[in-house]
């Protein structure tokens, strides 16, 4: 990865994600189940980490890093979630491998690829956690 990438994606990434709505907005978790709970603030937490990923110091590796973390919180919230969301799940992992082939890309793709992936993923994950919200697991 050469510096002129990372510094060109980081400002605009930064600022893309930041556009979209957070998903720790409000401190609701779902109820019931300790385990979709868990599994829920993991995710939660992995998609604000991903958005605050700074391109700039980290690079490509610091964005796989997050990529990877969104990832395996999300096959977690996959499991403990059973039928609830698919839509919204498989979304996300629809937009997490638009996002990984675009940082595999960037030479060839550009920066505004991966911004426009990484700002995907930031807003399918924000619908996904929103559409957890209310669910009562009793």
Same mark, same amino acid.
Request: proline share 2%; net charge negative.
């Given at each position: 990865?050469?510096?002129? #990438?990372?510094?060109?994606? &980081?400002?605009?990434?930064?600022?893309?994600?930041?556009?979209?709505?957070?998903?720790?907005?409000?401190?609701?978790?779902?109820?019931? #189940?300790?385990?979709?709970?868990?599994?829920? =603030?993991?995710?939660?937490?992995?998609?604000? =980490?991903?958005? +605050?990923?700074d391109i700039v110091k980290s690079g490509t590796s610091g964005l796989h890093a997050a990529v990877?973390?969104?990832?395996?919180?999300?096959?977690?919230?996959?499991?403990?979630? &059973? =039928?609830?969301?698919?839509?919204?799940?498989?979304?996300?992992?629809?937009?997490?491998? =638009?996002?990984?082939?675009?940082?595999? +890309?960037?030479?060839?793709?550009?920066?505004?690829?991966?911004?426009?992936?990484?700002?995907?993923?930031?807003s399918s994950g924000t619908a996904l956690v929103q559409s957890l919200q209310d669910i009562d697991? +009793?």
């Amino acid at each position: 990865t050469s510096s002129s #990438s990372t510094a060109t994606t &980081g400002a605009p990434a930064q600022a893309t994600a930041t556009g979209t709505a957070s998903p720790t907005g409000g401190t609701a978790s779902p109820t019931g #189940s300790e385990q979709l709970c868990a599994d829920y =603030d993991a995710f939660k937490s992995s998609i604000e =980490d991903l958005k +605050n990923v700074d391109i700039v110091k980290s690079g490509t590796s610091g964005l796989h890093a997050a990529v990877d973390k969104v990832k395996t919180s999300l096959q977690s919230l996959r499991t403990s979630a &059973g =039928d609830e969301a698919k839509d919204q799940i498989q979304a996300v992992e629809d937009s997490l491998k =638009d996002l990984e082939t675009a940082i595999s +890309n960037v030479s060839s793709g550009g920066e505004t690829a991966v911004v426009t992936a990484a700002a995907t993923v930031v807003s399918s994950g924000t619908a996904l956690v929103q559409s957890l919200q209310d669910i009562d697991r +009793n």
